[in-house]
């Protein structure tokens, strides 16, 4: 082994020793939520942005909040509202103290490229003009203003939706929903004895105690974009891996071409878009931090298969009649190529 591959495997066998006391830091916080935090953690070493959806009350502001405080770095919040304008995200205007009207940065500027992240909380109640200046920061990382353009090399945008409520809400374009690498449905927890601990300990009542109890910034934040490139380059992909999981991303474009049934529907007619190179880069990548996370140096078809409903189900768009009963369709499909194409 060659001194650059020893350090590297050095450097993330170190690293994901921190990969898991941001996990263990997290889930002490959050309780019941496991699974969804195990995905949050892969996308966190992608560098991707996350969106949370769920129904009212089940702790998605909690979740990010307590994520946000763990890794440390600068964090900034917002609050999606029907009135707020691009603008508010930029800057905002004030009487400053000598009586005279001044401007100054808004949350997207105020900590320059220390910025580590920006939180939109119930994003879907913001105009889609907010969503757009919402995808370049998210796409490009960056954003012009006072003639000139900021940078955020280390930002990672976090956003949750209430699923259940529809007035004043806008829908999430397909293409500021593509920016999200996940898009994770959270749930109340199902185990009785979590839930009783949710009812009767004290801890969990307030919410803000709660986050302050964590630690805070485990790890160093601004070392996050090398380590993510650094498992890019050091997990590795057979090239019979690599066809699996072509074939995957293949199977639910075309569902037709790989004789992929779903009862009552036709799969020549379902699909309209979904998977694209933005897709399938963020299923590659995520399956390499998933194998890593789990002390492997190769990716293998258990990691496509922990990943690709985080990744693909936001992505995957079909014909309006069948929308009546899209989730279950877009599930059942998921299920159908995973059951189809064959495990290497």
Not at 25 to 35: A, K, V
Not at 53 to 64: H, I, P, R, S
Not at 321 to 338: F, K, T
């Amino acid at each position: 082994m060659s001194n650059v591959a020893e350090n590297s495997e050095n450097l993330l066998t170190d690293w994901h020793q921190q990969a898991i006391t941001l996990q263990k830091n997290i889930n002490q916080t959050i309780l019941g939520q496991e699974h969804i935090i195990d995905l949050m953690v892969v996308a966190i070493f992608c560098r991707g942005h996350i969106l949370l959806e769920g129904d009212v009350g089940v702790g998605k502001t909690t979740l990010l909040r307590a994520t946000a405080e763990s890794l440390g770095g600068n964090f900034e919040r917002i609050e999606g509202t029907i009135d707020l304008m691009p603008h508010d995200l930029v800057y905002y205007t004030h009487i400053a103290n000598d009586g005279k009207p001044a401007v100054s940065e808004g949350p997207l500027l105020k900590h320059g490229e220390n910025l580590s992240i920006f939180f939109f909380n119930e994003i879907n109640r913001a105009r889609p003009q907010v969503h757009s200046l919402l995808l370049r920061v998210m796409a490009e990382r960056s954003v012009s203003a006072f003639n000139k353009t900021f940078f955020f090399p280390h930002l990672q945008v976090f956003a949750d939706r209430n699923r259940i409520e529809k007035d004043e809400t806008f829908e999430l374009p397909a293409a500021a929903r593509d920016r999200f690498m996940m898009e994770l449905h959270i749930k109340q927890p199902t185990a009785e004895e979590q839930l009783k601990e949710l009812m009767f300990n004290s801890r969990y009542y307030d919410a803000d105690k709660l986050i302050d109890s964590a630690d805070k910034a485990v790890l160093p934040f601004h070392q996050l974009n090398d380590i993510a490139v650094a498992i890019q380059s050091y997990i590795h992909s057979s090239d019979t891996i690599q066809d699996y999981g072509f074939h995957l991303c293949q199977a639910l474009r075309k569902p037709q071409d790989y004789g992929i049934q779903i009862s009552d529907i036709d799969t020549e007619k379902l699909v309209l878009g979904g998977m694209g190179p933005r897709g399938i880069s963020y299923l590659a990548r995520s399956a390499r931090a998933h194998a890593w996370l789990n002390q492997r140096n190769s990716v293998t078809p258990e990691d496509f298969h922990a990943v690709i409903r985080a990744i693909s189900k936001h992505r995957i768009f079909i014909n309006p009649v069948y929308n009546y009963n899209g989730e279950a369709i877009i599930e059942e499909l998921i299920s159908g190529v995973l059951n189809t194409i064959p495990s290497p």
